[in-house]
């Protein structure tokens, strides 16, 4: 599978334009009380999600590394991934709206949904791909039974 970027490379770089498009864009602002108790909750869950997430996998003993998912050794379907496919890549959306709602421009909920797009078609389709000819039956039924993201 030929990645264009890493996926915190995608992270950070949709992060940046959520800071240029607040930076730049003269409406959309907004503040609320509890604003900071939400990002920092937000923030809190997603390291919540992706450390369980990034345990899961270490404890299996399979591969964390997505550009080459051939190198999987095990499907993993129990713990966070009983309920999302890519708990991983939900920890890096969920910091994406803390960074959003920390910038405090509402525009940025739209580059948070470019993120969502753009995972599901350069990064998890292709890892879904590589991982339906790994575990076959085993993985379909996987997807049938769990959600992609949440």
């Given amino acids: 599978m030929k990645l264009k970027m890493p996926p915190v490379i995608v992270l950070i770089v949709f992060g940046f334009f959520m800071f240029l498009?607040?930076?730049?864009?003269?409406?959309?602002?907004?503040?609320?009380?509890?604003?900071?108790?939400?990002?920092?909750?937000?923030?809190?869950?997603?390291?919540?999600?992706?450390?369980?997430?990034?345990?899961?996998?270490?404890?299996?003993?399979?591969t964390v590394d997505p550009s080459i998912p051939s190198k999987a050794s095990k499907l993993v379907v129990n713990g966070i991934y009983q309920y999302s496919r890519n708990p991983m890549?939900?920890?890096?959306?969920?910091?994406?709206?803390?960074?959003g709602i920390w910038l405090g421009n509402a525009f940025n909920v739209l580059l948070a949904a470019g993120f969502v797009t753009y995972m599901n078609k350069f990064q998890i389709e292709p890892e879904e791909q590589a991982l339906h000819e790994i575990f076959g039956k085993a993985y379909h039924q996987y997807c049938i039974l769990v959600r992609r993201w949440f």
């Avoid at 890549?89 to 960074?99: N, T």
């Fill in 21 to 62: 498009l607040s930076e730049v864009l003269p409406v959309g602002y907004f503040d609320f009380f509890g604003r900071k108790y939400l990002m920092y909750t937000l923030l809190i869950l997603a390291m919540v999600v992706g450390l369980i997430a990034l345990v899961q996998f270490l404890t299996t003993k399979t």
């Fill in 89 to 99: 890549y939900l920890a890096m959306l969920l910091i994406l709206l803390a960074w």
